[in-house]
């Protein structure tokens, strides 16, 4: 049962799993093959013989060596500065899974892993366990060096504060985008041409819809001086536009919600108005969530 090419081939088939359970714990890519390393050796000197489920077994050994990894890093305060911001996955050229490696990167999200730094060690394994892998809390609880009540009161401290950090995220960047939509309705209303401007991202693209092409003189516009040129154009109809939500994001509505007579939907990058689409097709209209937008 212990024979070493044995244990090597079991330890291969689980890496992909082992190597994304370290990830969600630790934010770093290199930490977590140190994990995988010490896991290693930690499996080569144990006694396997009585070992049913090796896959849940080897995830217990690479949560415990996480753990102390995060008890470490939380202990040295020097340096949670090198350590406390993720890394992101890049595929390297060194025999690993560039496939499994984009799976990881898209499963995991910088987001997310900047929202897991700011948990403790133990509030970080219970919720990574049990949310994100489905360990039960009596599997956690010896991780952790709790009982089984205290790893669940953990895990569920720990989501709370993962849904408030999201939520505030995404409440500020809905916030920031209805500003740059509201901007963008008062310059366009005044005809405030550098007040356009400034909203605007100098290589912004305004894609018309085919029935408003011929009067806007071209199907698409691009640079933040025509754009800013053909907003000017239709300052009288930007007086009726109204801020609606669009599919859950901020746009804007010519006409009424039930009968509207285009739609403008915005993408924003790095604080400007990156592109505006407009949509007229009654067929496509009729697809959208449109929903009023309270003041």
Known sequence: MNDHNWLVEQFGAHRNHLQTVAYRMLGSLSEADDALQESWIRLSRSDTSGVENFGGWLTTIVSRVCFDMLRSRKSRREELTMVSVPEPVISRQDGSDPEHEALMADSVGLAMLVILEKLNPAERIAFVLHDIFALSFSEIAPIIGRNEAAARQLASRARRRVQDAESTSETAEFQRKRELVD?????????????????????????????????????????????????????????????????????????????????????????????????????????????????
């Open 183 to 295: 901007a963008f309705l008062a310059a366009s209303r005044n005809g405030d041409f550098e007040k356009l401007l400034s909203v605007l991202d100098p290589n912004v693209v305004l894609r018309n819809d085919p029935v408003f092409a011929p009067v806007a003189n071209a199907p698409v516009v691009r640079g933040s001086e025509a754009v800013a040129k053909q907003a000017k154009q239709f300052a009288d109809r930007a007086r009726s536009m109204k801020p609606v939500l669009v599919n859950g994001s901020v746009g804007v509505i010519v006409g009424h919600l039930d009968q509207p007579i285009f739609i403008l939907e915005f993408t924003v990058v790095d604080g400007k108005i990156a592109e505006i689409g407009m949509i007229a097709d009654q067929a496509r209209l009729r697809r959208l969530d449109i929903a009023a937008l309270n003041d």
